[in-house]
């Protein structure tokens, strides 16, 4: 994958539109969207902005496969108990450890009452 697409797949698993990437980055919208298509090849400074908006390491962006990188539909393949090894997003807010250990809980809950 190249560096745009990097940026897209972790802007959209962290529910962010361009324009909120843009906006938390100091950049404009346009120009994320350049990077994405990869329009413009980004500075060092732009790329630890959005690692740091992505929750993410630069190195991420960079790889051209992050082994770590799950779609939303691989997402249902993994095991409740390693949900913790993730960071855990909702519209674009990242949840907190005790949000996410509620989160996990519910699913917990809600897969025990399934399964009667």
Known sequence: ??????IK???KIR???????????????????DLERNRYNPSVE?????AKV????I????????????????????????LNQYTLTYKGHTLSKEEADDV???LEAALKRWKK
């Open 1 to 6: 994958m190249s560096i745009g697409a990097n």
């Open 46 to 50: 732009t790329l630890e902005a959005f």
């Open 59 to 82: 190195s991420d962006l960079i790889e051209s496969k992050n082994p770590d990188l799950h779609e939303e539909s691989e997402l249902a393949d993994i095991p409740i108990e390693k």
């Open 15 to 33: 529910g962010l539109t361009q324009l909120q990437l843009a906006e938390k980055t100091n950049l404009s919208r346009s120009y994320v969207a």
């Open 54 to 57: 992505l929750n993410i390491k």
């Open 104 to 106: 996990i809980d519910l």
């Open 9 to 11: 797949e972790w802007r």
